[in-house]
């Protein structure tokens, strides 16, 4: 079955950095757009970034960027998010996702496997 586990979470202080892992199983990985949303407490889920299946195109979402990297290596099935320039209002519950389709979609119903997520919290 689809498994998608996320890692790398933790808590830092502003303006440091984390890497977040996603490992992926059960389905053809290199053929998928791959996304990262994340959830505030009391907040809908929102749209991170989301990669190409050959990892030459992204997407990201305008609070993100340029301080957050989407990668992927499709030969270890994972793909990756690098956060840089950390603020308290990216504290969240950070998940990846498959996405349905071949679009760089922000919208979460365009994916439909999801991991049980990591946490990141970013102290001021």
């Known amino acids: 079955q689809v498994q998608l586990v996320e890692s790398g979470g933790g808590l830092v202080q502003a303006g440091g950095s984390l890497r977040l892992s996603c490992a992926a199983s059960g389905f053809t990985f290199s053929s998928n757009v791959m996304g990262w949303f994340r959830q505030a407490p009391g907040k809908e889920r929102e749209f991170v970034a989301a990669i190409s299946w050959r990892g030459s195109t992204t997407n990201y979402a305008d609070s993100v960027k340029g301080r957050f990297t989407i990668s992927r290596d499709n030969a270890k099935k994972t793909v990756y998010l690098q956060m840089n320039s950390l603020k308290p209002e990216d504290t969240a519950v950070y998940y990846c996702?498959?996405?349905?389709?071949?679009?760089?979609?922000?919208?979460?119903?365009?994916?439909?496997?999801w991991g049980q997520g990591t946490q990141v919290t970013v102290s001021s």
């Open positions: 996702a498959r996405s349905t389709g071949i679009i760089l979609s922000p919208m979460k119903d365009n994916y439909a496997a």
